[in-house]
């Protein structure tokens, strides 16, 4: 799917789907945060937004 | 999410607060496609204010103490989301609670900003990930340029609005 598409389709999402999305985006950040991986590779991205 | 917004609907119930928004990243995701975020911004109004921002959060930290919320930084963690509440500091931000839309997240009932007032907040705001946050409502449109644009001007952020535009929008 291109990203065009896939933002659409995320876009028209229910803010409930919205929110499941944005909880697993939350925990994967917190689960990079916590292995230490962040500070080797891409400092300064995942911050709060 | 449900859960925490079941905490903070039983605070307003209980009159810890008045009305409240979700704004910020969150309040975003109504309108544009998913974004990481890592907290939730609350926007409160509280009883005995007067429209000012002097009252005390120390009664809504102690309510939600009182229901197993932990404070972390400058957050407390409500349910399972991390939660900044935040007092609105002028008219946009009160301007912006009272207009806020009525929705429901996994069947509880909640309000989040009208798109043109977290887009003139994020303006007003102006940091990078603001700026971002702008440039995407713009590029998603699921906003009313109008109605922008008499927030903008009734808000005096029509300097920013035009910096704003001649740095990202103007080829």
Not at chain 2, 67 to 72: L, N, P, T, V
Not at chain 2, 150 to 170: C, M, P, S, Y
Request: charged share 30%.
């Amino acid at each position: 799917m291109s990203k065009p598409k896939l933002q659409k389709r995320l876009k028209s999402l229910s803010f409930s789907e919205k929110i499941k999305i944005l909880e697993k985006l939350r925990d994967r950040d917190k689960a990079i945060a916590a292995s230490g991986l962040r500070g080797k590779t891409s400092k300064g991205r995942g911050t709060k937004t | 999410m449900k859960e925490t917004l079941e905490i903070i609907n039983q605070m307003q119930a209980d009159g810890v607060i008045g009305e409240y928004a979700i704004g910020g990243a969150v309040g975003a995701t109504f309108y544009l496609a998913p974004a990481a975020t890592v907290d939730l911004d609350i926007f409160v109004t509280l009883p005995g204010a007067n429209g000012t921002s002097i009252a005390s959060l120390s009664p809504l930290y102690e309510f939600l103490k009182s229901r197993g919320g932990k404070i972390q930084d400058e957050y407390i963690v409500v349910g399972d989301w991390p939660v900044q509440f935040l007092v609105p500091s002028d008219d946009l931000e009160r301007e912006a609670v009272a207009e806020a839309i009525v929705t429901r997240v996994e069947g509880t009932d909640t309000k989040v900003m009208s798109a043109e007032h977290l887009m003139a907040i994020a303006l007003k705001t102006g940091r990078p990930k603001d700026h971002n946050r702008i440039l995407q409502f713009i590029d998603q449109v699921p906003y009313d340029p109008a109605r922008l644009k008499d927030i903008v001007e009734r808000h005096g952020l029509n300097a920013k609005w035009k910096k704003f535009q001649t740095k990202f929008l103007e080829e």
